[in-house]
């Protein structure tokens, strides 16, 4: 596939923590044809961003971002492009939601600079096992650890929004050898998976209403099956890497036994609740 305009290609990868997003991710920016599929939306960090562009609007502030000109934020990012002409953009729900909320974007493919809106590409990534992936959305926001590549030291990032339920996040723990089951709760795990469930389903809403080239990637699919995962993805970007000779891993997996154990308890929690289940629509 080529790009219809000049053969630029605007694409998002549209997801929700803990789906492999960035593993897939890490994969296109290394093939040094896709640029650099980031957050650049996140809302942990756009308003330090334009800020230090002094693009941040007066009203801006962390977990609320507002920019005085989203054309001249986005043209800053175009030197991520690459030399393949492609620029994509790593989108979570709770990125864009407060964008749309204050009218600053009307659509996900806002968030692409201008000149990468005509030919777009999507890329959803989900998880078949949605309690699985709730425990790390957990897991991870306790210790700070999203990403864990071999030979670099991890970087904590603290959670800034808790999207899945009410009040503030909690603190970080120093020393995650000592997490302990006890330390979560299942009710915890419950609302996350809720929110996954409406992310998801808010994302299939939206591209019900479009035309655009789409691609359906899952978790599992990505570790098990990655070098097919890998050419559907790239065919679908026009990236001429085979993936068969694509060896780099990328970040590693970060599951522990407290994994299975918080999975295993949440679902004993749901069997003493009959009516819980029908909330989070699949079998769990």
């Given amino acids: 596939m080529r790009g219809a305009h000049g053969g630029r290609i605007g694409y998002l990868v549209l997801g929700s923590p803990r789906t ?20 650049w939306y996140g809302t942990s960090s756009l308003h330090e961003n334009l800020a230090a562009q002094e693009l941040a609007h007066p009203d801006s ?31 979570f729900l709770y990125h864009l939601e407060p964008l749309l909320k204050t009218g600053q974007m009307a659509s996900p493919v806002d968030l692409l600079p201008d000149g ?14 949605v309690v699985a992936q709730a425990v790390s959305m957990i897991i991870a926001s306790r210790t700070g650890i999203f990403v864990d590549v071999p030979g670099v030291a991890p970087r904590r990032v603290p959670t800034t929004t808790t999207w899945w339920r009410e009040g503030p996040p909690a603190a970080l723990v120093t020393n995650p050898e000592e997490l302990t089951a006890d330390l979560f709760d299942s ?14 389903s808010t994302w299939s809403d939206w591209l019900a209403d479009t035309r655009f080239p789409t691609l359906s990637v ?6 098990d099956r990655r070098e097919s995962v890998l050419s559907s993805t790239f065919e679908l970007l026009g990236i001429h890497t085979r993936a068969a000779e694509f060896t780099d891993p990328g970040p590693r997996r970060q599951a ?22 029908t909330t ?3 079998q769990l």
């Fill in 20 to 39: 492999g997003t960035n593993l897939l991710c890490h994969a296109l920016h290394a093939t040094g044809q896709a640029g650099e599929p980031a957050e």
């Fill in 61 to 91: 502030r962390p977990g609320a971002p507002r920019a005085t000109d989203w054309a001249a934020y986005q043209r800053a990012l175009l030197g991520r492009t690459g030399s393949g002409n492609r620029f994509g953009v790593k989108v």
């Fill in 116 to 129: 990468y809106r005509d030919d777009v590409r999507i890329i959803t990534v989900s998880r078949r096992d």
């Fill in 187 to 200: 009710a915890e795990v419950h609302q996350l998976i809720t929110a996954i469930r409406r992310h998801h």
């Fill in 218 to 223: 899952t978790y599992e699919d990505l570790v």
């Fill in 256 to 277: 522990t036994a407290l994994n299975d154990e918080l999975a295993a308890r949440y679902r004993l929690w749901l069997a003493d609740r009959p009516g819980a289940a």
């Fill in 280 to 282: 989070t629509g699949r």
